[in-house]
């Protein structure tokens, strides 16, 4: 007799079909509270701010906003587009000027770790924030594609800047159909039910698919050197960066007691996609530094969507599953879904050589470093390589 199964229901998680990890409101209706119209107004306002050169000029007289009372009462919602804003203020006082600055005025600093702290990420600008939280659409009642969004909050406002976010809000959105067939997959390796399994492969392969595709049109309107210059500039964070030794000063927090500190910026990396991937499909990496790394990104993505990794990968068996199996469709499909995601990989190394590696130095953006402060283009070939050793071997194979 089957023994009962806990289906996963991946919209405890804020997981959709239609969104994937996407937020399932649209940023630019969510009413903010009176207190906090300062802080959206330096946000509509800081694309200009940035352009003079001068910034911080104008970021220093944002008022220091009391958040404690807001971040008891308010939406998530509305605490997540609170962190929109503070967060790209924050990178836009470190990065926004010639030289990088290492002290992070009262004002930004401490409302921005209070709000960070009630969502449970650290205080800069996170994937979440940058990509996940900060799309809108102009047909409300449509979908999240490239044709029908605009990004919500800007550092410069420039097609390159608005391009490359929004490339990577349509891959999340697409990346739902195959976070939706986990489910199914996990249900159906429960039952036995090979059928199921191939069934719910097929719909993640599709959707991969899908991704890289929309990947590939990255170049259509996001140029390399514009990217590099324009755009790259302000999404880093302050550990391993050579550019602010140590990390920054967080003025006014009482937690850090006027302690320097580093924290990773934002990267693609951050993204859960790929990670939940790889727990589905038992992708392991080596014990090494590219790993420490990989479990220190984990803690920058949002909180329900760290536990819904850590769901799958306790869950998921379809490894051994497959590999157990006599089955060659889906031992084919299991191999055809690793390949689309080395070949994303691949994909995206591709870029990272061309939109960073063969770009000039630049004060706060060097080209050997990325966002996240690792040595890029040496982690992103061991990431394609290790979704390449993974693959299985046919049945037939195996009795040879």
């Not at 806990?6 to 405890?12: C, E, G, M, V």
């Not at 195959?178 to 199921?196: Q, R, S």
């Not at 990496?285 to 769901?311: G, M, T």
């Not at 689309?340 to 990272?352: Q, S």
């Amino acid at each position: 007799m089957t023994q009962p199964f806990d289906k996963l229901d991946i919209t405890q998680f804020d997981v959709s079909r239609d969104r994937g990890f996407l937020c399932k409101y649209d940023p630019a209706t969510v009413a903010m509270p009176t207190e906090l119209v300062p802080l959206v107004e330096a946000g509509k306002w800081l694309p200009e701010w940035m352009a003079t050169g001068v910034v911080r000029h104008y970021l220093k007289d944002i008022p220091e906003i009391d958040v404690t009372s807001f971040i008891e009462s308010a939406s998530d919602e509305q605490l997540r587009n609170a962190m929109v804003h503070y967060s790209f203020i924050v990178q836009a006082w470190v990065w926004g000027e010639t030289e990088p600055n290492h002290r992070i005025p009262r004002n930004i600093a401490v409302p921005l770790c209070l709000i960070a702290d009630k969502l449970g990420q650290f205080p800069l600008l996170p994937y979440s924030a940058y990509v996940l939280d900060n799309f809108s659409m102009f047909d409300k009642a449509g979908e999240p594609i490239l044709e029908n969004i605009y990004m919500h909050q800007h550092f410069s406002s420039g097609i390159d800047e608005s391009w490359f976010k929004m490339i990577h809000v349509e891959i999340e959105a697409e990346a739902g159909q195959a976070l939706a067939a986990i489910p199914d997959i996990l249900e159906g390796i429960h039952l036995n039910d090979e059928v199921k399994v191939i069934e719910a492969l097929n719909e993640v392969l599709a959707a991969w698919h899908n991704m890289y595709d929309t990947m590939k049109r990255m170049i259509d309107y996001c140029d390399p050197h514009t990217y590099f210059h324009r755009v790259r500039p302000y999404i880093h964070g302050w550990q391993d960066n050579p550019d602010l030794p140590g990390g920054v000063i967080y003025e006014g927090v009482e937690k850090f007691k006027g302690e320097i500190q580093a924290f990773r910026g934002q990267t693609g990396s951050q993204s859960s996609i790929v990670p939940t991937m790889d727990a589905l499909f038992g992708v392991e990496h080596s014990n090494d530094p590219l790993r420490q790394y990989l479990n220190e990104l984990h803690a920058y993505r949002p909180v329900l969507h760290r536990k819904f990794i850590d769901e799958v990968a306790k869950r998921s068996t379809l490894r051994q599953f497959v590999s157990d199996s006599n089955n060659t469709e889906m031992t084919e499909l299991y191999n055809a879904c690793l390949d689309r995601v080395r070949a994303f990989r691949a994909l995206h190394l591709e870029y990272a050589a061309s939109y960073i590696n063969k770009q000039n130095s630049h004060a706060g953006n060097p080209s050997d470093v990325g966002t996240g402060g690792t040595p890029f283009m040496k982690y992103l070939k061991k990431h394609r390589d290790e979704s390449e050793r993974h693959l299985l071997p046919l049945p037939d194979q195996k009795q040879a």
